[in-house]
């Protein structure tokens, strides 16, 4: 079975970090770009970071630069979205995605194949 698994989201209080994880089953994450998006209640989804298949290059959405670092371990499959200082607006269903193109400045969402169920991020004190 072809899926991404996101791991890592949960409550947090303003000004913290939580580091969520994305681990693909059933193909090689390596030779795809990794791409992580949110959506908040009431609001459409949107671009948080992309990390290409070898890396380079790498995208981070105006909410994510500076606070935000995406990585990914192709040993274990797996891609990563670092996320400092965190902000009670940051509050929403986080989703990574796989796609064969690499990142561009644009989020293109129909690109990505492969997605996984989403994780919950709550910043709240």
């Not at 949107?46 to 070898?54: K, L, R, Y």
């Amino acid at each position: 079975q072809l899926q991404l698994v996101e791991r890592g989201g949960g409550l947090v209080q303003p000004g913290g970090s939580l580091r969520l994880s994305c681990t693909a089953s059933g193909f090689t994450l390596e030779d795809y770009a990794i791409g992580w998006f949110r959506q908040a209640p009431g609001k459409e989804r949107e671009g948080v970071s992309c990390i290409s298949a070898g890396g380079e290059p790498t995208n981070y959405g105006d909410l994510a630069k500076g606070r935000f670092t995406i990585s990914r371990d192709n040993a274990k499959n797996t891609g990563y979205l670092q996320m400092n200082s965190l902000k009670p607006e940051d509050t929403a269903v986080y989703y990574c995605a796989a796609s064969v193109y690499s990142c561009s400045a644009v989020f293109y969402s129909d690109e990505y194949e492969y997605w996984g169920q989403g994780i919950q991020v709550t910043v709240s004190s």
